[in-house]
């Protein structure tokens, strides 16, 4: 019984670390887009995006997501920025921080226009 006891503490301490290390490496993705986007290297920074979606498909944080859409916004990309908007979960599209850079990004693509109407 002993045995047993430690056997399942173990294991769930194993299992703690290993969701620990995926938390971990979500900041550590959204630090280096941010390094990124804040050295102006947007192509960069969706590239890391993309080698980060391949891997962990279901397991994106807030940042990480901000940080693509910024990207999308300084490259003048609506239609990837969308396209990562809508590939998220119910719960991220409607955080607090993924909204502000979306309407980031539908302010920048207005501006845009405009822009090109009044201006050519």
């Given at each position: 019984m002993f045995n047993r006891l430690i056997y399942s503490r173990l294991r769930s301490l194993?299992?703690?670390e290993k969701r620990s290390v995926a938390v971990r490496s979500n900041i550590d993705v959204?630090?280096?887009m941010k390094i990124l986007n804040d050295e102006?290297?947007?192509e960069k920074a969706l590239n890391l995006f993309d080698i980060y979606?391949?891997?962990n498909i279901d397991d994106n944080s807030s940042m990480i997501i901000t940080?693509?859409?910024?990207?999308?916004?300084h490259i003048g990309d609506l239609q990837r920025g969308l396209t990562i908007y809508h590939c998220l979960s119910s719960s991220l599209k409607n955080d607090s921080y993924i909204l502000a850079s979306l309407i980031h990004l539908y302010s920048m693509f207005v501006q845009y226009i405009c822009?090109?109407?009044f201006y050519h």
């Open positions: 194993i299992l703690v959204g630090k280096q102006k290297q947007f979606k391949q891997k940080q693509a859409l910024k990207a999308c916004t822009f090109s109407i």
